[in-house]
């Protein structure tokens, strides 16, 4: 057998800064290296600052999932204070980060993972009338004539004959490894070309209740946004008023039929073709999975009443949910053995988040990004484990979590799937399973807003338009030193944010992130994360062309910003942001 590396840099769509190299034995990788390439420096930032701006710093993690690094922020803050929020703004809360959990993972379907499955140039050899026909007998949705499809059909044609694919360049067009005949394929392009029309409205309900999308507003005990009954023009007003409020309703609709109509179909009809992809084991990964839990009952967060519980999942076994503690130092490390850190206690301890380190401390040579040796360090993502496990979190630890507990929409939606599919729940453990989990997840999240809707407007029509607690806003009420976590679950996994106050301002502060979880290098003990396990034993149809290991790390969402970190070798000062 020939030995030989693969290497794919940058492996993501929207966002990069991730490389995968892996080792062929012949046609099969036998192993494999995750590096995240770029660093940041928000943990160093934020220290010295005022608690109560810390969202706002936070938030630019990442360009991506701005919302839940500030949902997780101000939770941050307010349980180390024990700061609670009106119920009006815990459900506003739960209606921003279920908008975002349905809007990424819409997004994420169409425009980062589907061409991993759909090719775009076989969609110019369909029969529009037979993409119809296919269209209309999986789904309802309006948009489905003959017309319709050789219009787009037509916008299609006219970029590739140009030369100029635009957004669908760079593909591997004409791979052995595409399934779908070419009706689907257009289907999907179409479907495609519609999300990006859809996603504008859906982001919508953030600046609404935010003021802005990206990065919408936060503020520490509530919402930063009041209820307004009585203003009923739209204008005149920085509340939410009458007119907000049925724009709310309608975006949630608008979100509820999209997943309904479209994406839930376009899933089970694209995986139907690709049973492989969804035989147990294949993609899987490290096959433990951790929830941090969401959508809380109340301001602030109890574990036992949410509707995402709190938990980890060991071994693939479902019937039983191993508690969680988010501040027991024995449960949530971090290891940097394999990365371009060196904690002062050295490379081979794991330190919980209270006691995290920023600070970058390699005195090795620059890392030599031409070649990983993972023997050596080769990252710049730490290695988080719980309990020394390492754990793969995000949509298919969640539909896992929720299936386990008993949560009956889940467990009834997935059963009705996987039968259309005709295959076991066990098929889940897999790569297009992790995929088909985004699915089912963003459908049970916008059903779920509706709930959370009513209830709002019923609170409002009861005359309690309460958003936020003035009660713990100023620093002479806090305790001369606090700490504590904020937890959510974002659209990619189990995100927290570990935050130390002294004497009223930020002596420590660590976010721990899902792609860090999911895309870390090996730790002390040579434990492979789970980007790493997940690529073992995976076969290429044509070694250049890697169209299986796109398929497979995309399945996990990967947004490698939020999980990188930065300081000077001596630890000094580099930047230093003031706020105006």
């Given amino acids: 057998m020939s030995t030989q590396t693969i290497v794919v840099d940058p492996i993501t769509r ?55 690094h500030g949902i997780a922020s101000v939770r941050a803050v307010e349980d180390a204070l024990q700061y609670d929020i009106p119920p009006n703004a815990n459900l506003i809360r739960n209606l921003m980060i279920g908008a975002q959990f349905v809007h990424d993972h819409v997004m994420h379907f169409y425009h980062l993972h589907a061409l991993d499955w759909v090719d775009v140039v076989s969609a110019l050899s369909a029969d529009p009338k037979e993409t119809s026909s296919l269209a209309q007998s999986i789904s309802t949705y309006p948009m489905s004539s003959p017309g319709y499809f050789a219009d787009v059909q037509r916008r299609v044609k006219t970029l590739v004959e140009s030369g100029q694919l635009g957004i669908f360049a760079n593909g ?90 479209v994406y839930l179909p376009d899933t089970l009809a694209i995986a139907s073709f690709y049973k492989d992809w969804l035989t147990p084991g294949h993609g899987e990964g490290v096959g433990n999975f951790l929830c941090y839990g969401d959508f809380p009952a109340s301001g602030i967060p109890n574990p036992t009443q ?45 330190l919980h988040p209270y006691e995290g380190q920023t600070h970058l401390h390699y005195t090795g040579p620059k890392p030599p990004y031409a070649h990983l040796d993972p023997a050596a360090s080769y990252s710049w993502l730490k290695s988080p484990r719980w309990k020394g496990h390492p754990m793969e979190v995000g949509p298919l630890a969640r539909v896992l979590m929720l299936y386990a507990s008993g949560h009956e929409p889940t467990r009834e939606l997935a059963d009705k799937s996987l039968a259309q599919l005709d295959v076991p729940l066990a098929a889940m453990y897999s ?19 509706t709930g959370w809707y009513q209830t709002l407007m019923k609170n409002i029509n009861t005359g309690d338009v309460r958003t936020f607690n003035a009660q713990r806003w100023e620093p002479q009420s806090w305790p001369a030193h606090a700490k504590g976590v904020g937890f959510t679950e974002a659209p990619r996994g189990a995100l927290a944010h570990w935050v130390v106050i002294d004497d009223g301002l930020i002596s420590n502060y660590q976010a721990v992130v899902p792609s860090t979880w999911n895309a870390g290098p090996r730790d002390s003990a040579g434990r492979e994360g789970p980007y ?48 105006i």
Avoid at 431 to 449: N, V, Y
Avoid at 560 to 570: D, E, K, Q, R, T
């Fill in 306 to 350: 949410m509707m995402i519980p709190r938990g980890a999942i060991l071994g693939r076994d479902l019937s039983r949910i191993h508690e969680v503690d988010l501040n027991a130092e024995a449960e949530i490390e971090e290891f940097v053995a394999h990365s371009w850190y060196d904690y002062t206690s050295g490379k081979d301890s794991g």
């Fill in 14 to 68: 929207i966002e990069g800064h991730l490389r995968i190299e892996a080792q062929m034995d012949g046609n099969v990788i036998s192993n494999a290296i995750s590096s995240g390439t770029m660093v940041r420096g928000i943990e160093i930032i934020l220290r010295d600052r005022d608690p109560r701006d810390a969202w706002a710093f936070a938030q630019r993690i990442c360009g991506v999932c701005t919302l839940v």
């Fill in 532 to 579: 790493e396990a997940s690529l073992k034993g995976q076969s290429l149809a044509v070694i250049d062309q890697p169209l299986e290991i796109l398929r497979t790390i995309h399945s996990f969402d990967p947004c490698i910003a939020c999980a990188v970190h930065l300081s000077a070798p001596g630890g000094e000062e580099l930047l230093q942001v003031k706020v």
């Fill in 431 to 449: 790569t297009l399973g992790r995929t088909a989990a985004r699915t089912l997840e963003a459908k049970i999240i916008a059903d779920a807003m």
């Fill in 172 to 261: 591997y067009w004409g791979h052995p490894a595409y399934k779908l005949p070419p009706a689907a394929n257009l289907m999907a392009v179409a479907h495609y070309l519609e999300a990006l029309a859809w996603q504008r409205r859906a982001a919508e309900l953030h600046a609404i209740f935010g003021g802005k999308n990206p990065h919408p507003n936060f503020v520490v005990g509530g919402s930063p946004v009041g209820i307004s009954v009585h203003e009923t023009s739209g204008t005149g007003t920085t509340a939410v008023n009458t007119v907000g409020l049925a724009r709310v309703a309608d975006i949630i609709g608008h979100m509820q039929s999209f997943v309904d109509q």
